[in-house]
């Protein structure tokens, strides 16, 4: 079981970057909301992805043909220390518009707060070998980070779909809230050979995230590109797909990358899936982020269940990622009920 001082230690990082790096990582909540189906293929998402959660990687895939569904997805993080929520929504319109909503959230609970509870006898705000800290004055807070999406595409367009994404985001660390709205572009297009294409410019006009310190902070654009090339396999009949996509920032040095030139970092990701009949799809992947992912799906008729699990790195630092995802065929599941 994981220590309070190992969850804390996890913790710690991602308080700094709420705080202290937003310009970097502000928008962080919008590219990893995750359905499962894309965690396990390494987050390769924006040429392949199809269901309610396909705005946060890529609008244009939103026009794609779809039945209305509903998705709800949990994960669990660094051994349950940081849990995210997901809830989107393919919206049941007509005309040449398709329309999804998604709403992402992303929590830390209790999270000590010991500045007044160190007894600190040389005045360096440390906790040396011959201090203490006092129980009864440790207070706790929470962290949170809430976004609201909006996908708006072009359906039944042949060769190039667009698609635009309008965002709010919001986040509290403790007593102060951060509040941003943002933009981004999205195009696809299917060609021969099982060959599709798509790229996204997320925060296209940079998005401006207002604290109430007072404090203004930018999450600067970054696009991804990439494709998906599905195919039939000889012994079984059935289609494999497989993903690649990077992602270029302009924001400096990042941890999390595969290359650094200057400013600009490059991460990819890599994933594949074998459908071994109609209601069952294994997936693997890798990216800088998602090291070794793995996961399945079950489809039936009225909902789908996916799985995916994230192995930590080779330093064992962190506990294993499990995130669960249901979508519901809203269609279906009127019929089953009689409801049509």
Do not use: C
Not at 31 to 50: D, F, Q, T, W, Y
Not at 102 to 114: A, E, K, N, W
Not at 321 to 326: I, N
């Amino acid at each position: 079981m994981t220590s309070p001082f190992a969850r804390i230690a996890a913790v710690l990082p991602l308080l700094a970057l709420s705080a202290a790096a937003q310009d970097k990582y502000g928008g962080e909540l919008f590219e990893l909301p995750g359905s499962a189906s894309s965690i396990a293929m390494g987050g390769a998402s924006v040429s392949s992805l199809r269901g309610p959660a396909t705005g946060f990687f890529n609008p244009a895939l939103v026009g794609l043909p779809q039945q209305a569904g509903l998705l709800l997805s949990h994960r669990e993080q660094f051994g349950g220390v940081v849990n995210a929520d997901l809830i989107a929504a393919t919206l049941p319109v007509r005309g040449n518009l398709a329309l999804q909503l998604g709403l992402v959230r992303r929590g830390v609970d209790r999270i000590p707060d010991t500045r007044n509870a160190l007894i600190d006898l040389n005045g360096n705000g440390l906790l040396d070998d011959d201090e203490i800290l006092v129980g009864s004055d440790v207070t706790y807070f929470n962290q949170r980070e809430w976004g609201l999406l909006l996908s708006v595409a072009s359906r039944n367009q042949e060769g190039w779909q667009w698609g635009l994404n309008a965002k709010l985001l919001g986040h509290w660390l403790a007593d102060e809230l951060g509040l941003g709205v943002g933009f981004d572009l999205g195009v696809y297009r299917a060609f021969s050979r099982g060959i599709r294409v798509g790229a996204m410019l997320q925060d296209v006009t940079t998005t401006q995230i207002h604290w109430s310190t007072g404090r203004w902070a930018t999450v600067m654009p970054r696009i991804t590109a990439g494709f998906t090339w599905t195919f039939g396999l000889p012994l079984f009949g059935n289609a494999v797909s497989l993903a690649a996509e990077a992602t270029s920032r302009l924001d400096g040095e990042r941890l999390e990358r595969d290359l650094q030139l200057g400013p600009v970092s490059l991460l990819t990701r890599m994933g594949v899936e074998l459908a071994l009949n109609e209601s069952l799809h294994l997936r693997g992947g890798r990216s800088t982020l998602y090291p070794l992912s793995i996961g399945a799906g079950l489809d039936f008729p009225a909902f789908t269940v996916d799985y995916a699990y994230v192995g930590d790195t080779a330093e064992n630092v962190f506990e294993p990622t499990h995130q669960l995802a249901l979508t519901l065929n809203l269609k279906a599941l009127r019929t089953l009920l009689g409801s049509d």
